[in-house]
């Protein structure tokens, strides 16, 4: 398999069995196995998180499987491990290199550091060497040049025989639409809260507690909610709800605490950053609103009820509401292209949000 073999994910022991929320798409999939007549270039497409990449990887073992019959994957015989750690002859997984997919990689160039037999249009070449098809994972699709996707065309039209392309993506709309017509799209799906929640519970190991607040906070995204940090989590959102207090009593506090969200937050850029403070203050006052409203809903921060049944008790549901839209017209800021001054953008919602949250004159 090809040189990014480290960023192959992990499937799972039961094979396809093991995909949680995906099951249209896998059934679909063991069906035109069992028929033969799985399409030779598929896409599979859906948002970060779900399990794309996963489902291609128990695919290339399901057709490779030397145990497991013609339609699942054993997860445990020599072909299925050899896949799993990216050391199969017959499957290549190619990926970004390193932020995007380029020309070298779909089809031998000279002095490239790719070798030819690892290059897309000639790995197709080859009959399958030991398992019973070439299988050829294109990880993050829409990451290819315009150059790679037209190198890419004619092997998508006329694939040899024995031979499955997938492509991988969040973003098919990305690609050249000559390439999305040679292709048969499978749209995954985001996976419900509680598939999520007791995924992370039976499959993780975790906490019912934990996995509730995962599942909350990364929904649809089995990807996302184990990447999450939930201790810098938990740091952000003592920062956030100081920083909301502070607001509320009006004044001085809120260049501080803008100046403290300012430095706060996960992502690339300062204005992700912002956004992602801004989240959580989002997340925080739903759960305020819930419990001033005495809705019932899930809570995102449950465990932290008895500190919003508080602060419920100093606000009504109309005040939460117009910090709420404070909030989202903040967060609206930091993520509509224009780059604002992050300070001044803090201290605007947060003057708004104090002037929603602050005990008014009786009315
Ligand atoms: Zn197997």
Known sequence: MSSD????????????DGIVGQSVVIRALQQAMERDRLHHALLLA??????????????????N????????ACGTCVSCGKIARGLH???????????????????PRSQSPVPAGQTVTVFVGYTPYEGNRRVVVIDAAHTMNPEAQNALLKTLEEPPPSTTLVLVTA???????????????LRLSRIGRDALCAYLETEHEMPADEARLRAALTPGSIGKALA???????????AVVECLRMTQSGGGGVVAAAETLANLGDGETATQRAASVLRVARDVMRDLLVVSTGANADLVNA??????????????SEQVVAALRAINDGIER?????????KMAFERTLVQVGESLSPGPAS
């Open 5 to 16: 073999a480290t960023n192959l994910p992990t499937p799972p022991a039961a094979g396809f």
């Open 46 to 63: 859906g948002p970060e998180g779900i399990g794309k990449a996963t489902t291609a990887l128990v695919l290339a073992q399901a057709l």
């Open 65 to 72: 499987c030397g145990a497991g019959g013609p339609r699942q």
């Open 89 to 107: 002859p017959d499957v290549l997984w190619v990926g970004p290199d390193p932020k995007s997919i380029r020309v070298r990689q779909i089809t």
């Open 171 to 185: 973003a098919p709309r990305a690609l050249l639409p000559t390439v999305l017509s040679r292709c048969q799209e």
């Open 228 to 238: 999450l940090d939930i201790e810098s989590y938990t740091g952000v959102l003592e």
């Open 303 to 316: 465990e932290q009820r008895e500190a919003w049944v508080a602060w419920a008790a100093e606000v009504d």
């Open 334 to 342: 930091f993520t509509t292209g224009i780059q604002p001054n992050i």
